[in-house]
């Protein structure tokens, strides 16, 4: 580890100075372009909106308020509804998700299980092969009758078949002998799996896990397609809906001369604030796991 | 199991199942594993009815549809082909297919070689927490939400006070009407694709780069290789590999696009359609916002079947090349 450390110095010493600048210029350039704009939604969300109309968006503002946040929790149930329909997906999504994926990447993990090339199969397919959004739209609304439950956005995304061929491939990793002896001792498939093979395969689980909950969390795809109802809706929903009001008032305005009305719409502040609102959780949590996420896609990458 | 239970108590020793002649069937496989099989029931259930409910569903293409008969009880097209011939009429769907088409290309290509750009670059940073810093900022576009960015998005192009415009203004220039104007999304819409999803792909790439044999670029240097040369006639060549199999299984989804970055950007704005309505938008619209089950059932299924085929193709290729990157 040293030695590989002091060699890097010294490559890094022997290379020309200006290409090794230009190098670190561009990485951290493109690095921040992925930070600034959060930053500057995070600002925006409290900069006065007369500030915002005549200066733009600062990421040092120069008179705070927390008027968009006021205009925001005038009427909280919306946004406290939101946050409940989404953490409620979130968790009950996260861990039925867990639960039906790693059950099922265990039998077809184990060669003794005769007839797991046509589950296999049965999964692969559905990889390959979709019904299309037309009829996946009408199973889910008619023969389901998922339209406006919160069901509708916890179901359609508890089998991910890449997840179930991901953690199939850490099982076929581990070393049989455990499985085989706890088999001798007379431990029972369901015994094994849950004290033996679970507790072993926590590296590929919590990567799961944690690219699960983001999914749920940012989806709002299930939530636009199969709810009309307001208090269904999740927050990505509830923030999307209030964006394009603000967009289609501000598009339609220039026409029907309501130029005047649209311009005291406390519209840019609040759309911030609701955005970082959504997004909070994730950017609040994302410096303290960020190793876990290159981990993770990596352990995806490698794959079983 | 039952061998070991059988001797722990001794005495009758059955004959095992298994050695009994005409027991070894399907019957007895699944008795003898049912707790294995088991296991399989709630994926396949959910599968079920989330993937194989739907392609039943397909057949909606060839039926004269009645939403209060249902998919199943509505009679068939005369002719069976009327609702394609319905769907052609419409010159939107060509718009779309093309539009799928492209903007995907452009996002393969910018994507991939943004992606391998940055692991290069980053692999040429040297000091260790930087290079985990840097890596794991670039990351994080990855996991925010479309909506969220389609805020931002709107805040740096809007007409009226986005960042652009502002900036334009005060240097004195005219302001540009971005929502107005489709072709400046041919180019906006990579721009924002790359920003969010070349990340994803560096990580990937990087661990291709690391996993690189290092005596590979110590003897390199001994004989007096620069740094562009090991970059070259090192890592590049080596690369080739991961980038073809990762470009194959990207081109696998040309006809499929992330529905909810276009319908987050651009939504219903008509204005952009010429470049930014993709056959899932257009699908969605004729869906949802006019009812007409028959026109987006055969957009549907069109989009399914060949999405199907190229996907197979694409990994038939991918197999042929690299047997472990292939997806099946």
């Not at chain 1, 060699?7 to 230009?22: F, M």
């Not at chain 1, 220039?254 to 005291?264: F, K, Q, W």
């Not at chain 2, 496989?29 to 079920?48: H, R």
């Not at chain 2, 950007?265 to 089950?293: C, Q, S």
């Amino acid at each position: 580890m040293a030695s590989a450390k002091s060699a890097d110095v010294l490559r890094a010493k022997r290379d020309s100075k200006i290409l090794t600048v230009i190098i670190y210029t561009i990485v951290i350039a493109f690095a921040l372009a992925c930070v600034i704009p959060f930053l500057l939604m995070l600002t925006g969300s409290f900069m006065v909106e007369d500030d915002i109309r005549r200066y733009g968006y600062q990421l040092i503002p120069k008179r705070l308020s927390l008027y968009a946040y006021q205009v925001l929790f005038i009427f909280p149930q919306r946004i406290i509804s939101g946050y409940a329909v989404t953490v409620v997906v979130t968790v009950t999504g996260t861990i039925v998700h867990l639960i039906i994926c790693s059950l099922c990447a265990y039998p077809l993990s184990l060669k003794s299980v005769k007839y797991r090339g046509i589950f296999q199969v049965f999964i692969l397919i559905t990889m390959v092969l979709n019904g299309g959004m037309v009829s996946w739209y009408y199973v889910c609304t008619r023969m389901l009758g998922l339209r406006n439950t919160i069901l509708s956005m916890i179901l359609p995304l508890l089998v991910s078949p890449f997840n179930v061929f991901l953690i199939r491939g850490y099982y076929m990793s581990l070393p049989e002998e455990m499985a085989e002896s706890a088999t001798i001792d007379g431990a029972g498939q369901f015994r094994i799996f849950w004290r033996i093979i679970i507790p072993l395969s926590q590296p590929v689980l919590a990567a799961v896990a944690l690219f699960i909950s983001i999914t749920y969390w940012n989806d709002w795809y299930n939530s636009l397609m199969l709810n009309d109802l307001p208090q269904y809706f999740s927050l990505q929903l509830i923030l999307h809906t209030i964006v394009s009001q603000v967009q289609f008032l501000r598009s339609n305005s220039y026409a029907a001369g309501m130029r005047e009305l649209v311009e005291n719409l406390p519209g840019e502040g609040v759309k911030l604030a609701t955005a970082m609102i959504t997004v909070g959780p994730i950017i609040l949590i994302y410096p303290f796991i960020q190793k876990y996420f290159v981990k993770g896609i990596m352990i995806g990458a490698v794959k079983g | 199991m039952a061998d070991g239970r059988a001797l722990k108590h001794g005495g009758f020793q059955p004959v095992p199942w298994s050695r009994r002649k005409g027991a070894q069937g399907v019957a007895y496989e699944f008795w003898k594993n049912k707790s294995l099989y088991a296991m399989f029931i709630p994926a396949c259930v959910v599968l079920f009815l989330f993937n194989y409910l739907p392609l039943f569903g397909l057949t909606l293409v060839f039926k004269k549809f009645d939403f209060g008969k249902g998919i199943f009880g509505s009679p068939i097209q005369t002719p069976w082909y009327g609702n394609f011939e319905f769907l052609f009429k419409n010159d939107g769907v060509f718009r779309a297919v093309s539009n799928t088409l492209i903007n995907n290309s452009l996002f393969i290509v910018f994507n991939t070689a943004a992606s391998i750009l940055l692991a290069i670059l980053l692999n040429e940073i040297f000091h260790r927490r930087l290079k985990a810093i840097a890596q794991s900022m670039t990351l994080l576009p990855y996991f925010i939400s479309t909506v969220v960015i389609s805020v931002f998005i709107y805040q740096i192009f809007n007409t009226d006070n986005g960042m652009i415009n502002s900036m334009l203004r005060s240097f004195g220039m005219e302001r540009v009407s971005w929502y107005e104007t489709a072709w400046y999304w041919r180019v906006i819409l990579p721009i924002i694709y790359v920003w969010k999803n070349s990340g994803y792909m560096t990580v990937i790439y990087l661990a291709t780069i690391t996993g690189i044999d290092g005596t590979l670029f110590e003897a390199a240097e001994i004989d007096g290789a620069k740094r562009i040369q090991r970059i070259c006639y090192i890592t590049l060549p080596l690369l080739i590999p991961t980038i073809i199999t990762m470009s194959l299984l990207a081109v696998g989804r040309i006809l499929n696009s992330d529905f909810t970055f276009y319908y987050a950007i651009v939504g219903d704005n008509a204005l952009l359609f010429n470049t930014a309505d993709v056959l899932d938008t257009f699908i969605f619209r004729n869906l949802r916002r006019l009812g007409d089950f028959t026109m987006s059932g055969a957009a549907s299924f069109i989009q399914s079947i060949l999405s199907c085929v190229i996907l197979v193709a694409c990994n038939m290729f991918a197999r042929r090349y690299d047997k472990n990157a292939a997806l099946f």
